[in-house]
C-alpha cells in the first residue's frame, strides 16, 4: 500500500497534515502475528530523513539540507572605503529567482535583496566578508552572486574572482554561479582594483608692462581647489595630491 504525503489531507491516506492512516490490516497470518513497518520510499528533494522506516505511531522526520557561503569581498588601488561602502552592489538569487537578504531570509524583490559592503564585515576596510551560516545557511540549491555594480566614478576597475581557491577568473558583471552543498561551505573571493582616472592642468601666466621679472618672482601666489561635490575645500598640492 502506497500513500503519497503532501500535507493536503484526502480519502487516499492522508488523515490529517503530513499524518499517513493505514486501516483494516490483518492483525495474524496462520497464526502468527504480523509486524508492520513503514517505509520512506521516495525522498523529499532537499531534505534527509532521519530513518528509513517506522512503526505504528512513529514518526519520521525530514530535515532540510544545509551549507554555509562566505562572500569575501577585497579592494585595491586608489579608491577610499567611503567611495566603495556607498557604491558597490551585490545580489545572490537562488535557482527560484528569490533574492537573499543580509539576514539569509529571501525575497522577490531585487531591491529588498541588494547588498552592499556595509552588509559586510571588515576590520581594515580592504577586507569585507559576508558569511550565510550557523541560524543564516543556506538551503542546498545554486546560487547566483552578481556584482550588480562595481563602478564608482572618477576610476577605472578591474574585477576578479575566485571560488574555493580556484585561479581568478574575470568577473566584471558576471553572474558567478555557486553550488552550495550539504554541510560544505562555500569561498568566494571577489578582488576589485581601482586607478583614480588623471588628467592634466595647464596654467599659463602671462606677465605685461613695466614689471620686472625680479619684482614678479614670489609676488604672486595661486590655489586650484577641487570643485567636486563633497571635495569643496580641498586643494591641489605641487606634487600632484
Not at 123 to 152: P, Q
Amino acid at each position: 500500500m502506497s500513500v503519497t504525503l503532501d500535507g493536503t489531507v484526502d480519502v487516499k491516506g492522508e488523515t490529517n497534515a503530513w499524518t499517513a492512516s493505514f486501516t483494516g490490516l490483518p492483525k495474524n497470518y496462520q497464526g502468527t502475528v504480523i509486524n508492520y513497518t513503514v517505509k520512506e520510499t521516495t525522498a523529499f528533494s532537499g531534505y534527509t530523513a532521519d530513518k528509513e522506516s517506522v512503526k505504528s505511531g512513529e514518526t519520521i522526520t525530514n530535515t532540510q539540507d544545509i551549507g554555509s557561503l562566505t562572500i569575501t569581498k577585497t579592494l585595491s588601488g586608489d579608491v577610499t572605503a567611503e567611495e566603495a561602502e556607498g557604491g558597490l552592489k551585490f545580489t545572490v538569487k537562488n535557482s527560484a529567482g528569490k533574492f537573499l537578504k543580509a539576514d539569509g531570509t529571501l525575497t522577490e524583490s531585487e531591491e529588498e535583496g541588494s547588498l552592499t559592503l556595509k552588509d559586510f564585515a571588515t576590520s581594515d576596510k580592504k577586507t569585507y566578508t559576508l558569511t550565510f551560516t550557523g541560524n543564516k545557511a543556506l538551503a542546498v540549491d545554486t546560487y547566483t552572486v552578481t556584482e550588480t555594480n562595481s563602478a564608482i566614478e572618477g576610476y577605472t576597475e578591474s574585477v576578479s574572482y575566485s571560488l574555493n581557491g580556484s585561479n581568478k577568473a574575470d568577473g566584471k558583471g558576471k553572474d558567478i554561479a555557486v553550488k552550495v552543498e550539504k554541510n560544505d561551505t562555500d569561498v568566494l573571493v571577489i578582488e576589485d582594483n581601482y586607478t583614480r582616472n588623471k588628467g592634466t592642468i595647464v596654467l599659463t601666466k602671462t606677465i605685461k608692462g613695466d614689471v620686472t621679472p625680479e619684482e614678479i618672482a614670489g609676488a604672486l601666489s595661486f590655489i586650484i581647489e577641487c570643485a567636486d561635490e563633497g571635495k569643496e575645500g580641498t586643494y591641489l598640492m605641487k606634487d600632484g595630491t
